[in-house]
């Protein structure tokens, strides 16, 4: 059954990768939109649930699977008459019963109007999507957004790229040799600042002792008591902390995605250039 809400699959053997994973996640999305009807063209009478969030299908079956209309939307459902239900034969007298129930509800839906078909976002108040409602609604129960330190990524003032990079490394997703070798990879995992530790994302931007020297410049600036965290969220959520008691605390809160980034640009020059700056 064409779904007319959503765009085709690609079939393309390549390209395709990103796209088919967001369309991966288009039935999460949809159950959590509701259908607004307009004029009815985008809306499939039977299959989509657009009448008390079920699908006519699914509280009708048998009246669904006598119709001559099974892929008709709602606006190819309606005549100027009303409703124009088309069957394969003549019903009983108690699937007569089904059909009174089914218009008693059609019955709320007399008139359709010129407005597009529309899907409202549920887990916002306006019914409009973002990406930090998404986030929200995916949470697990006891789970909170404000454990994990978006603000000091998002709204920090940086370039965006450095705020996406910062993103990658909170999520342990940067390209580490050591990340590298989990996907398969056949490397010798190896910090390019120490030589003696696997280049994991928590070595190379927090543990590694040649890192750490760049880190305590700026801790002793501010003359503060610090002990490395055991990974970047809990890094940056430490590092806002310490920032509320200082002064300069727009300043104080990039710190951090500038020191990362700073590592990153200097790990590539001696990884790919064979070259290298002081510490």
Request: some cysteine.
């Amino acid at each position: 059954m064409e779904n007319l809400w959503i765009t085709n699959l690609s079939t393309q053997p390549y390209g395709s990768g990103v796209w088919r994973s967001i369309r991966n996640l288009w039935i999460k999305f949809f159950n959590k939109c509701k259908i607004k009807v307009g004029n009815g063209g985008r809306t499939l009478f039977w299959e989509d649930k657009w009448v008390d969030q079920v699908t006519l299908r699914n509280r009708f079956p048998i009246l669904f699977n006598m119709s001559l209309q099974k892929e008709a939307t709602i606006r190819e459902m309606r005549d100027n008459q009303g409703w124009d239900l088309r069957f394969r034969r003549h019903l009983n007298d108690w699937e007569v019963n089904k059909i009174v129930e089914l218009l008693n509800i059609l019955g709320q839906y007399k008139d359709l109007n010129t407005d597009e078909d529309n899907l409202f976002w549920n887990p916002d108040e306006q019914g409009r999507f973002s990406v930090g409602s998404a986030y929200r609604s995916s949470q697990r129960p006891g789970t909170h957004i404000g454990g994990w330190p978006w603000k000091m990524i998002w709204k920090v003032k940086i370039p965006l790229k450095i705020a996406c990079f910062t993103w990658l490394l909170a999520n342990q997703a940067a390209l580490t040799q050591h990340n590298l070798m989990k996907r398969g990879m056949q490397i010798c995992s190896r910090c390019w600042f120490c030589e003696c530790e696997v280049e994991t994302i928590n070595h190379l931007f927090l543990h590694c002792r040649e890192v750490a020297k760049l880190w305590q410049i700026f801790i002793n600036l501010r003359g503060i008591s610090w002990t490395m965290p055991r990974n970047i969220k809990e890094a940056l959520a430490c590092w806002n902390r310490d920032g509320n008691q200082s002064g300069h605390r727009e300043r104080w809160k990039i710190v951090p995605a500038c020191i990362w980034w700073s590592i990153w640009m200097e790990r590539n020059q001696r990884c790919f250039k064979n070259k290298s700056c002081s510490m």
